[in-house]
């Protein structure tokens, strides 16, 4: 929502908003020109003519209510995003993982390849420290788009990428069979002559290939598996905070590509963004032909994004570092990415669950992926939008029972309240680890607390 804000303020649209809590994210669209209210207010709509909402506002939110009443013009993020792409070639980057540091690498890709790009993803780049950008004249629109609530096939990209078909938001698409006919209609909506880009290491993106080149669409693949691939991620490796590949473009492409070598590298940790980075770099050269050598070498200075792996700092000989991950092959990738970056050092994971459905539907897989950890502490589950009454027995201590049972050796520490998990971790923590905090609730203020009481320590 504020990546809308940002955009249409530097379009010079008057623009007013709230939210329930005050933040910083608040305080810096005010300083930008916006007028923001905490709290939810139908006084707050004076003035407007439109109102844009996410899919978290219910029907009963007052200022919603408000403007149905005043029959006032209602859009959809997406359709407020969707808005500002006319006229402009957009990146529209989708699917279950990945899609938020994908959108910031393809962004980091085209401003390095001097696109100037107009870029709304869901986290701040680290190198402006914001979610949204108006870019230059004419210039492309790197788009995140969220298919959680089927809202995606709005944006009529000319380059579309899925970096992978799972289930997920299973509340919203019934079952995977619903997530993947909400795919088919994502590719769908790519523009005559525009390209998809997926992911040929993933089942569900295969099909979507398969699909989307039945119907028409210009297809574009990477994956691991040498023949199965239009290019090849070779020699893909994690290591200390970094990541490396090899790519190679398939003889079967055109001439002008075919048995191209390049050699890939990030300054951000885990096999899977090294995935991530190629999906951008096929988007920027394939998609929208911009040069191979300025989009590696932005690539290689990729400078992170909010939230994504992100260090927080370090205290009395401990690191920690944040990451949004919530459903189960994220937090997988993030274990991953955190035992390449411990470098032989203790792993110890935080982890809050997001969502009661989530982590019910999903449990062994958040089991499988949690016991690469050295030491797990599970925080209580975050409900957001549900309740604890709503799912009955659905607690961390499903996850915790499931980690201990795999028998890997996981040190397992269940947290009943929320509010200890600083101070639990406090406990848990010793020279040399790395800690790293995971989730998509509040379990983010939990790293620079743990590094305040060590600091404390220092002292």
């Not at 407007?48 to 939110?61: F, K, R, Y």
């Not at 390209?195 to 089942?203: E, G, K, Q, S, Y």
């Not at 937090?331 to 035992?339: F, K, N």
Request: charged share 20%.
């Amino acid at each position: 929502m504020s990546g809308v804000a940002r955009m249409l303020l530097a379009r010079g649209v008057p623009v007013s908003g709230s939210d329930r809590t005050d933040s910083p994210t608040l305080r810096a669209l005010e300083a930008e020109g916006a007028r923001v209210f905490v709290g939810h207010d139908p006084a707050h709509l004076d003035g407007a003519d439109t109102v844009v909402v996410s899919s978290a506002i219910p029907e009963t939110n007052p200022e919603l209510a408000a403007a149905r009443r005043r029959g006032l013009r209602v859009l959809h993020r997406s359709q407020g995003i969707a808005a500002l792409l006319h006229g402009r070639d957009a990146v529209a980057v989708a699917g279950a993982n990945g899609k938020t540091t994908t959108s910031a690498m393809t962004a980091v890709a085209l401003r390095a390849a001097g696109a100037d790009p107009a870029y709304v993803i869901g986290a701040p780049l680290a190198g402006t420290g914001s979610n949204a950008a108006p870019g230059g004249p004419g210039a492309p629109v790197v788009v995140e788009a969220d298919e959680s609530d089927g809202t995606f096939v709005v944006y009529r990209p000319l380059v579309a990428v899925v970096t992978n078909v799972q289930p997920d938001h299973l509340d919203f698409w019934g079952d995977a069979a619903g997530v993947e006919a909400g795919y088919a209609r994502f590719a769908g909506t790519v523009r005559p002559g525009g390209l998809l880009v997926t992911n040929a290491d993933d089942p569900g993106a295969v099909r979507l290939a398969h699909r989307a080149r039945a119907d028409g669409v210009r297809v574009l693949t990477w994956g691991s598996v040498p023949g199965e691939c239009d290019v090849l991620v070779r020699d893909a490796r994690s290591d200390g905070m970094s990541s490396s590949a090899t790519l190679v473009w398939s003889a079967d492409l055109s001439p002008v590509v075919a048995g191209t070598q390049a050699q890939l590298v990030l300054p951000v940790p885990g096999v899977h963004n090294v995935h991530n980075a190629t999906a951008a770099l096929l988007a920027a050269t394939a998609g929208l032909g911009l040069a191979l050598a300025p989009v590696l070498e932005g690539l290689a200075a990729f400078p992170g994004a909010h939230r994504r792996f992100e260090p927080k700092g370090s205290a009395g000989g401990v690191e920690v570092v944040d990451d949004y991950a919530h459903n189960a092959p994220k937090v997988a990738a993030v274990v991953q990415a955190g035992r390449s970056a411990a470098a032989g050092r203790r792993l110890v994971v935080a982890f809050q669950p997001h969502l009661f459905s989530r982590t019910r539907d999903f449990a062994e897989g958040f089991a499988a992926g949690l016991d690469g950890a050295d030491v797990l502490l599970l925080l209580p589950v975050y409900g957001a939008r549900e309740t604890q009454e709503q799912f009955p027995g659905v607690t961390s201590a499903l996850l915790a029972d499931l980690v201990r049972g795999r028998g890997t050796g996981t040190q397992v520490h269940l947290l009943e309240e929320r509010a200890g998990a600083a101070r639990a971790l406090h406990t848990l923590v010793r020279p040399g680890d790395l800690v790293v905090t995971v989730g998509a609730g509040d379990v983010t203020d939990v790293g620079p607390q743990l590094l305040e009481l060590l600091g404390e320590d220092e002292g």
